[in-house]
């Protein structure tokens, strides 16, 4: 059986101008994985019964296969990526030439096969629960202390919160959070996220 080619995945394809060869080759790797082409979140997305299993990406350096529940692979060559410290599920693998991917084609369709074992096996990444991240002490004083704040926060959704959460405790220094819970007070007063 052989997948049905999504005319959005040709143009963009054929729109690339940095990694025009390597996409091909990544797109005919993952095809004879028999995953349905799909075009999501303006990348190339490859599904197994409707659920995501790897898309193609393009940054600058690099071009990389996302595997959406990597954390959950077993990863024995140790080439998963996990993009930022923020990202829970997803992991890449990078490459930056045709010839890396040609090199590594059977480990790739190794780690897509499993992918799709891990989805047909409906496991699930746990995701770390906002009441698992860290209250900096600045902030944690300022909750104690205005009511309305400590309301507000809670109200927030879980991504919000965590995103305050992560952006207060990111700062070395005790000044700096400090000054970073001032700057966002009233935003949270007002029921926005980080960057509302």
């Not at 990597?70 to 923020?86: A, F, Y």
Request: a neutral charge; proline letters at 3%.
């Amino acid at each position: 059986m052989t997948s049905q080619l999504n005319p959005k995945v040709d143009e963009f394809i054929s729109k690339s101008k940095k990694w025009k060869k390597e996409y091909e080759k990544l797109r005919s790797i993952v095809l004879d994985c028999e995953l349905a082409e799909e075009f999501k979140w303006m990348h190339p997305c490859y599904t197994f019964e409707n659920k995501n299993i790897v898309l193609i990406h393009g940054f600058k350096e690099y071009c990389a296969l996302l595997f959406n529940k990597g954390v959950l692979l077993k990863d024995p060559r140790g080439i998963l990526i996990q993009q930022t410290e923020n990202v829970q599920a997803a992991r890449q693998i990078r490459f930056t030439s045709v010839h890396e991917i040609i090199e590594l084609e059977t480990i790739l369709k190794e780690y897509i096969y499993e992918a799709i074992e891990v989805e047909k096996s409906g496991l699930e990444v746990n995701f770390k629960k906002t009441e698992e991240y860290i209250i900096p002490e600045e902030f944690q004083i300022k909750l104690n202390e205005i009511p309305a704040l400590k309301a507000a926060f809670e109200a927030l959704t879980p991504g919000r919160q965590r995103a305050y959460l992560h952006y207060f405790t990111q700062a070395k220094q005790s000044k700096t959070r400090e000054s970073r819970v001032e700057k966002y007070m009233q935003h949270i007063l007002e029921g926005k996220g980080l960057n509302d």
